[in-house]
């Protein structure tokens, strides 16, 4: 019977357009996925969206769509990146499909029937933001995870006994397997220890969630939702025979990947539920660091984030890949710049593998017309070609043990020594002028050259499929060996290329990047971020620093690109995203006279603006005020800080800005148009 081999990526919430930061986990796992499947065992991995709960509820309001649209329409961006990018999950689970909703019913249903839920009613604060509530926080407090501020919730709500958990979550941990790396299981074993309190498992006030099986006044807290993803998607739950076999087959989960911010509810309510419910819990949870784009997480909400699509169309899916498993130390922060991946790109890529497979094939084709020769066993052999196989021997055994360690970066560091030496090994030997000599000597020392650097050519080829797929899948058709899906991984060794294989067409796989790359790239994700509108683009570029009359000023009268009249169409105004927020926090900017730093809830999220109005406002009567503020303007920074927006005030002639404000109450997010 073949091994089991069950992954998954967290489900991304569909409030944001997929970025890199969920590029990389997916990446990560596709990885592990099809390592897995060479190595013959029956691989699952699964990934999807997260679509219920507040924050998309008001995400959806606030775009002026009904949830389900909303979810409809970013899932459906992240299904098409996924394929696009050739990742290969064999399934894609979104949390409002029927499949899903009716199974989390039966684990809420078996869970309350073990007598682990009970009614209470919650008063306390809450972040919308990461759907968490926060224990002990004070109304105004921010939440310890994003900073942002939590909001206050009095609700009759069922409650999940984690508290009876807590000793044998301890006794979990204690399998140095469960969490990974171990600085995040000290972190869970040190806030488990600290004691655990019941949690609230629904919400009453809103709807956008599962009702609570015989209580529809309630939905199901979006966490206990989105977790059970992880069964519901292979049958957890399920009337119909085979999925209930497929369940059995596949859980527990061997690898469950996530970003580091979601620990606690993967490591410590996670298992808890499944406990609960008298279900096997994963058998590893592994959480990787951040993806940083100028020295910060990149987020939607911090505005840095770098779109997928722009390196696929100049670099293509592998180059993003490699980038990020080679550059990244799994499990802590990396920081991305487009520099650094075209630098790797050249170097590792194109200089590297890409001009081995070329020079390699190559002069097989001119040399012995196209097929893999015979290598000397006597007189034509050179230490150095069994130091070769030597050195990819030893690459087989340390790239496996340390990619089975999620060491992506150094298992790839060993595989391109074996490329390295394979360059240098052909520089010291000269094929190409052993190949103007037509003497039985240096035509049998030809082909050992030849042979050696084609076999660790195929090996390092094989050992890196899993992480740059399409590249390495043409550089085997090149060698000749037909469909690398086909490939036994067990079996890699050395000495294995079957001599007059005949070489397929030699293309080059990895041309090389020059600096237009990045720029193109750079232009790209500018466009992106200042479209749709050149009308905010003009705004986005006055100071707010400036006086008060400029910072102030609403976006559509700096429309410079309007046309002559002055006049815009309806379509330039609508470019502009103006929004209602709430000032949750005000404050002076040390050592400036004109600028507060707001905290403004815009219904979605907090964002942190920088306006220009100092003189005419304190800073204290500003906290609970609704503003207007231009929502997708460009971030930018002033005296070190972030600007996320502009708040718009009317202009008096002494240059005295005045706050656009309403005489109805309207709530936070609402759209102005
Ligand atoms: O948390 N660097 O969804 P989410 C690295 N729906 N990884 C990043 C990243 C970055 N800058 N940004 C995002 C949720 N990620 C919940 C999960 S699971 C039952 C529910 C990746 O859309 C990383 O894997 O906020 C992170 O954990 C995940 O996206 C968060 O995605």
């Not at 808890?272 to 660091?289: D, E, N, S, T, Y």
């Not at 015979?374 to 070609?385: E, F, N, Q, V």
């Not at 979605?604 to 406002?617: C, F, K, N, S």
Request: charged fraction near 25%.
């Amino acid at each position: 019977m073949s091994k089991k081999f069950y992954i998954t990526t967290p489900i991304y919430y569909v409030n944001a357009h997929p970025h890199i930061g969920h590029a990389y986990t997916t990446i990560a796992c596709d990885t592990i996925a099809r390592r897995q499947r060479l190595l013959g065992a029956e691989t699952f991995f699964l990934t999807g969206t997260d679509e219920h709960g507040q924050k998309i509820e008001r995400a959806a309001l606030a775009a002026g769509k009904t949830p389900q649209q909303y979810a409809d329409e970013i899932s459906a961006e992240f299904r098409r990146l996924w394929k696009r990018m050739g990742i290969s999950n064999d399934d894609f689970i979104r949390t409002t499909e029927d499949r899903h909703k009716k199974r989390v019913q039966e684990l809420f249903r078996r869970i309350r029937d073990n007598g682990f839920i009970y009614k209470g009613t919650y008063t306390g604060q809450y972040c919308v933001s990461d759907e968490l509530y926060v224990d002990g926080a004070q109304p105004g407090d921010p939440c310890p995870t994003c900073g942002r501020i939590t909001e206050t919730v009095h609700e009759e709500n069922y409650f999940f006994k984690l508290s009876a958990f807590q000793e044998k979550l301890l006794e979990l941990y204690a399998n140095p397997e469960f969490i990974r790396p171990e600085s995040r299981r000290n972190e869970v074993i040190s806030f488990v220890r600290s004691g655990l309190r019941d949690l609230s498992i629904s919400r009453s006030t809103f709807t956008w969630g599962i009702p609570v099986p015989d209580d529809p006044k309630h939905v199901i807290y979006v966490w206990l939702d989105a977790l059970a993803n992880y069964i519901t998607a292979i049958g957890y739950g399920s009337s119909h025979a085979a999925a209930q076999e497929a369940f059995k087959k596949f859980w527990p989960a061997d690898v469950q990947m996530i970003g580091k911010e979601i620990v606690r509810f993967h490591c410590v309510y996670w298992p808890a539920f499944l406990m609960a419910a008298g279900l096997p819990v994963p058998k590893a949870i592994v959480a990787h660091g951040w993806l940083l784009f100028e020295e910060s997480k990149m987020s939607k909400s911090r505005g840095n984030i770098v779109r997928t699509e722009t390196i696929l169309d100049v670099l293509g899916a592998d180059a993003l890949r490699y980038f990020l498993l080679r550059e990244v130390v799994f499990g802590q922060d990396g920081s991305f710049s487009f520099d650094a991946l075209v630098q790797r790109y050249n170097s590792d890529l194109a200089n590297g593998l890409g001009n081995l497979a070329s020079r390699t094939l190559t002069m097989i084709n001119r040399y012995f017309k196209g097929e893999v020769p015979y290598p000397s066993h006597t007189a034509a052999r050179k230490p150095a070609d069994d130091a070769i196989a030597e050195i990819a021997r030893k690459t087989i055994r340390e790239f496996g043990t340390l990619f089975d360690q999620f060491q992506f970066s150094r298992a790839l560091e060993s595989a391109w020594s074996l490329v390295a030496a394979v360059d240098k090994y052909i520089v010291e030997n000269e094929p190409w002028a052993l190949g103007e000599k037509q003497d039985e000597d240096s035509r049998s020392r030809l082909a050992t050259v030849l042979y050696t650097a084609a076999e660790a050519l195929r090996i390092a080829t094989a050992l890196a499929h899993p992480v740059i797929p399409e590249a390495t899948a043409k550089i085997w058709v090149q060698m000749g060996l037909g469909d690398i899906k086909q490939l036994a991984l067990t079996d890699l060794a050395w000495g294995q290329f079957q001599l007059g294989t005949k070489l397929g067409d030699v293309q080059p796989v990895f041309p090389r990047a020059d600096k237009s790359a990045i720029e193109r790239m750079q232009k790209m994700e500018d466009e992106r971020k200042s479209s749709p509108a050149a009308a905010t683009q003009a705004s986005a570029t006055v100071d707010v620093s400036a006086p008060p009359a400029a910072t102030s000023t609403p976006a559509v009268t700096h429309a410079n690109a309007a046309p002559a009249n002055n006049k815009i169409s309806i379509d330039d105004f609508s470019k502009v995203e103006l929004r209602v927020g709430v000032v949750k926090v005000a404050e002076r900017v040390p050592k400036s006279d004109k600028l507060l730093r707001l905290e403004v809830d815009i219904g979605t999220e907090v964002r942190q603006v920088l306006a220009g109005i100092a003189e005419a406002y304190a800073p204290e009567t500003l906290v609970g005020r609704k503003v207007v503020i231009v929502a997708n303007l460009a971030p930018r920074k002033l005296r070190g800080l972030e600007s996320n927006g502009m708040i718009v005030a009317a202009s008096l002639e002494d240059g005295k800005p005045v706050l656009a404000s309403f005489l109805e109450d309207v709530p936070a997010g609402a759209r102005l148009k």
